[in-house]
């Protein structure tokens, strides 16, 4: 419609005028018109190339203006006729054409239809049915083809059933004898009979497909869960056999994909285990069983994986037997489990409508999944096998050896790692499932294990016990040198030896009172006072534990057993040794850091000396279990440090002494020069050194005690010798006489004393103006005698221990132990030994409840 409306006011000669009589179509035209050269040009002869030639620039523009001028007078006229409805106009075309599209797909949709529906076939017309005989083989072809419906419908049911079971051989078996079945009902490839009776199965019983579509998603579940079973480590063999027949005849995978998806099932399983540590952390029941469970899922999945597919010189694998009796139905020589021995018939035999399936075809019940045992598809290589399961044998063994390292980092007891150690060795020696070197490797791995945490135990405590020594040690050595409270606490070792013990608790809550009792009557027994033995104990208690695992707990009669324990007895020597080096330092550290010689510092000093001295004496050095010559080095040091302290203490004892040591000043009218006994001054000093030789302590070792006090009294007695003796003569060489009486006792090396006490004794009596007298001599010498034998008991400290040769009496034989010097003569005159105050003479008149 629109085209003759455009092409009727094309030929208007007058539209310009009457759409625009004064607009620039009419100045276009007067303006060609006026220059006369440029002829009318219709629309179809217009070629821009013969403008350009024909015409020059000017009037092509005289052109363009005229034919825009054309155009605008044409759209004028077009809107003066068709007015308001030019958009409607518009649209009505562009919808017409859209019409037009639309039917024609519509055109082409039915031929379609018509097409399909010409192409489809006849349905079949059944044949007049005119005997009984011929209605029985309709009514059996009908049982056959209902059999085989009835198996589709109720294969979900079953499914489920054996996947619940676990029995994925006989799913997959199953599932591919359903696809059989659903393939013949679908193609008609069913007896001859069916089909020249003219059933058309796919017609008449729709839910075939359908049921199809539900039995087809079984697939997926059958593999997913077969691979999921292969996780479970305590499966047989033959039950881990039928999973992976299942994927093999279901998911068709090749024996080597199959033995991979094991190994990767049996790594994911593994890494379970592995991931859960054993609650609660440390227990050492959990810790057992988790290391025996991966032990066992190793052990057997090797087994399985050699039982499986490991052709042996004398008998063929599972998987070979079981493909074989598939293709063949013969059961081997070599014998094959009952639940690999599965056929068709055996199989819908034990689903419970197997009575329905008795009318099955004989195709149907005799089928078997296809395989070919000399395929690469069913075979797999031994030396595929081997490396495959070497490889996972070794990773897996790392696995668990960093696990192991883990679990066990809690344990604190050198007891419980040999126990661990020792159930895993009895475990592998009573599993069959692993070769001889894999057995090997695991145990030397357990052993691995055990020797490295059982020297980090050792390093641990021994760090522990120098960190703990040197604390308590610095901390009670600064208590000493500073004089506080803690030093008030600790008793002198001779009067701590006479405390008494608490008696052991019977409380229920306390355990093990009598050994407790026990350990502080030895302490007491040894000399040992409460602070030292606290300080000592940190050391000692260590070393006891160290000499317990190694000679009590580390056992064994097996060669590996006594390797392992050599080489711990070997790694823990470089740690004891540290021990005793550390030790070592400390006290050395502390004893230099005691410059001044005070009485505190003195004190402090002396306990690190008696520390000194226990350490070289006590069961530590030798229950660390060193290198001997470190333990040799160990006590020389010691005793060179115990040296060293007590030649220091003996100066400072000695100087203090002689400090405090008055001299007597002879008074007019007093007795003193008549008196026949040593100076109470002298046996003051000498007491006072016996008291500071007890202070010490004594030592096990009454050899070394009395060489303590040999050199103290001789160093005592040369540094008195050399001072100048300004008081009564006569007493003086009492005091001289008392001195030579104790010499003698000490014996014969010390006469560079007794040369001394000669030389102090001739000046004094040449200063009296006495010569030699015999009588004077004799009388000193047994008044000495004597008074040493009263005082004996008092200064015994610095006196040597020995025993009374004669007895003049039974009861001087009975107490010759405590009176080594003998019994004093009761007819001497008695002399006192120290000055006391006269009574009073009220001191009678004083009552006394």
């Known amino acids: 419609m629109s085209q003759p409306l455009m092409a009727r006011a094309t030929r208007s000669p007058s539209t310009s005028t009457i759409g625009n009589p004064g607009g620039p179509s009419a100045v276009s035209r007067s303006r060609v018109t006026s220059s006369g050269s440029i002829p009318k040009l219709s629309m179809d002869s217009m070629d821009p190339d013969d403008l350009f030639i024909k015409h020059n620039i000017s009037e092509i523009r005289l052109i363009q203006q005229r034919l825009r001028a054309d155009a605008n007078a044409k759209q004028e006229e077009l809107r003066s006729m068709v007015g308001e409805r030019y958009r409607d106009l518009l649209q009505a075309s562009t919808s017409i054409l859209s019409m037009a599209n639309s039917a024609q797909h519509v055109t082409h949709a039915l031929q379609d239809a018509k097409r399909i529906v010409l192409d489809q076939r006849a349905p079949y017309i059944p044949k007049s049915i005119l005997s009984k005989a011929n209605e029985d083989v309709h009514l059996q072809a009908l049982q056959m083809v209902a059999a085989h419906i009835k198996l589709l419908l109720d294969v979900p049911e079953y499914l489920w059933r054996m996947l619940e079971r676990k029995n994925f051989f006989s799913a997959a078996w199953l599932y591919l004898l359903s696809r059989v079945v659903q393939r013949a009902l679908i193609r008609e490839e069913l007896d001859e009979e069916v089909q020249n009776l003219g059933i058309d199965v796919s017609e008449s019983f729709p839910i075939i497909q359908r049921q199809w579509e539900v039995v087809a998603q079984f697939r997926s579940q059958i593999v997913h869960r077969a691979v999921i079973a292969l996780r479970d480590f305590n499966a047989t063999s033959q039950a881990t056999c039928a999973t992976l027949l299942s994927l093999h005849l279901l998911d068709s995978r090749p024996l080597s994909d199959t033995l991979s998806a094991l190994l990767d099932q049996r790594s994911k399983s593994l890494s379970t285990l592995l991931s859960k540590p054993p609650t609660p952390p440390g227990s050492i029941r959990d810790i057992n069983q988790c290391v025996l469970s991966t032990l066992q899922l190793i052990s057997q999945t090797m087994k399985a994986a050699r039982d499986v597919f490991h052709n042996r010189n004398s008998c063929l694998s599972l998987m070979r037997t079981t493909l074989e009796f598939i293709q063949t139905d013969v059961i081997p020589s070599t014998g094959l489990p009952s639940e690999l021995q599965l056929t068709t018939q055996s199989l819908l035999s034990g689903l419970p409508s197997s009575s329905v399936f008795s009318t099955l075809p004989q195709n149907l019940t005799s089928y078997k999944p296809h395989v070919d045992v000399n395929s690469q598809f069913s075979s797999l290589a031994p030396a595929y096998l081997d490396e495959k399961l070497s490889t996972w044998f070794q990773s897996s063994s790392n696995a668990i050896q960093r696990s192991y390292q883990t679990w066990v980092s809690d344990i604190d007891s050198v007891k419980v790692m040999w126990f661990i150690r020792n159930s895993v060795r009895t475990w592998l020696h009573t599993s069959a499932s692993l070769e001889s070197s894999e057995n090997s490797q695991l145990m030397s791995l357990a052993d691995e294990v055990c020797r490295q945490h059982i020297v980090e135990i050792w390093q641990r405590r021994l760090f522990n016990a120098e960190t703990?020594?040197?604390?308590?040690?610095?901390?009670?050595?600064?208590?000493?040198?500073?004089?506080?409270?803690?030093?008030?606490?600790?008793?002198?070792?001779?009067?701590?030896?006479?405390?008494?013990?608490?008696?052991?608790?019977?409380?229920?809550?306390?355990?093990?009172?009598?050994?407790?009792?026990?350990?502080?009557?030895?302490?007491?027994?040894?000399?040992?006072?409460?602070?030292?033995?606290?300080?000592?104990?940190?050391?000692?208690?260590?070393?006891?534990?160290?000499?317990?695992?190694?000679?009590?707990?580390?056992?064994?009669?097996?060669?590996?057993?006594?390797?392992?324990?050599?080489?711990?007895?070997?790694?823990?020597?470089?740690?004891?040794?540290?021990?005793?080096?550390?030790?070592?330092?400390?006290?050395?550290?502390?004893?230099?850091?005691?410059?001044?010689?005070?009485?505190?510092?003195?004190?402090?000093?002396?306990?690190?000396?008696?520390?000194?001295?226990?350490?070289?004496?006590?069961?530590?050095?030798?229950?660390?279990?060193?290198?001997?010559?470190?333990?040799?080095?160990?006590?020389?040091?010691?005793?060179?440090?115990?040296?060293?302290?007590?030649?220091?203490?003996?100066?400072?004892?000695?100087?203090?002494?002689?400090?405090?040591?008055?001299?007597?000043?002879?008074?007019?009218?007093?007795?003193?020069?008549?008196?026949?006994?040593?100076?109470?001054?002298?046996?003051?000093?000498?007491?006072?050194?016996?008291?500071?030789?007890?202070?010490?302590?004594?030592?096990?070792?009454?050899?070394?005690?009395?060489?303590?006090?040999?050199?103290?009294?001789?160093?005592?007695?040369?540094?008195?010798?050399?001072?100048?003796?300004?008081?009564?003569?006569?007493?003086?060489?009492?005091?001289?006489?008392?001195?030579?009486?104790?010499?003698?006792?000490?014996?014969?090396?010390?006469?560079?004393?007794?040369?001394?006490?000669?030389?102090?004794?001739?000046?004094?009596?040449?200063?009296?103006?006495?010569?030699?007298?015999?009588?004077?001599?004799?009388?000193?010498?047994?008044?000495?005698?004597?008074?040493?034998?009263?005082?004996?008991?008092?200064?015994?400290?610095?006196?040597?221990?020995?025993?009374?040769?004669?007895?003049?009496?039974?009861?001087?034989?009975?107490?010759?132990?405590?009176?080594?010097?003998?019994?004093?003569?009761?007819?001497?005159?008695?002399?006192?030994?120290?000055?006391?105050?006269?009574?009073?003479?009220?001191?009678?008149?004083?009552?006394?409840?």
Not at 531 to 538: E, G, R, Y
Not at 616 to 637: E, G, K, N, W, Y
């Open 468 to 849: 703990a020594f040197r604390d308590k040690l610095t901390a009670t050595v600064t208590s000493l040198a500073e004089g506080s409270e803690l030093s008030l606490v600790d008793p002198p070792p001779l009067a701590h030896l006479f405390d008494a013990a608490p008696l052991p608790s019977v409380s229920p809550m306390e355990e093990k009172p009598l050994q407790r009792y026990r350990a502080s009557l030895q302490c007491q027994l040894s000399g040992r006072t409460p602070l030292l033995n606290d300080v000592l104990k940190a050391l000692e208690n260590c070393a006891s534990t160290v000499h317990e695992d190694l000679y009590e707990v580390l056992h064994g009669n097996d060669p590996d057993t006594a390797t392992l324990i050599m080489q711990l007895r070997e790694s823990c020597k470089p740690h004891a040794q540290q021990l005793c080096t550390g030790s070592l330092e400390v006290m050395a550290s502390l004893s230099s850091a005691l410059l001044d010689d005070t009485v505190l510092n003195i004190n402090a000093l002396m306990f690190i000396g008696r520390v000194s001295e226990e350490l070289s004496t006590s069961p530590f050095i030798s229950d660390i279990s060193c290198h001997d010559t470190v333990a040799l080095a160990f006590r020389h040091q010691s005793q060179t440090l115990f040296d060293s302290i007590i030649e220091r203490w003996q100066r400072f004892t000695v100087t203090r002494l002689l400090s405090q040591h008055r001299v007597p000043v002879p008074v007019a009218g007093s007795k003193t020069s008549n008196c026949g006994s040593p100076s109470t001054e002298l046996m003051q000093s000498l007491f006072l050194l016996a008291e500071a030789v007890q202070n010490i302590g004594f030592s096990k070792h009454s050899k070394r005690h009395a060489r303590l006090a040999e050199q103290t009294v001789h160093l005592f007695i040369s540094r008195l010798l050399d001072r100048e003796w300004e008081y009564d003569k006569i007493q003086a060489l009492n005091d001289i006489g008392f001195l030579s009486r104790i010499a003698e006792l000490w014996g014969l090396h010390w006469n560079d004393v007794r040369q001394c006490l000669d030389a102090k004794r001739s000046q004094i009596r040449d200063s009296i103006g006495v010569s030699d007298d015999m009588p004077l001599d004799e009388n000193i010498s047994r008044i000495s005698k004597d008074y040493l034998t009263r005082t004996q008991t008092i200064i015994a400290a610095i006196l040597p221990y020995r025993v009374a040769t004669s007895a003049s009496s039974k009861n001087s034989e009975k107490l010759a132990s405590l009176l080594p010097l003998g019994v004093p003569s009761p007819d001497a005159e008695y002399y006192p030994v120290f000055e006391v105050v006269k009574p009073s003479s009220r001191f009678a008149l004083l009552l006394v409840d």
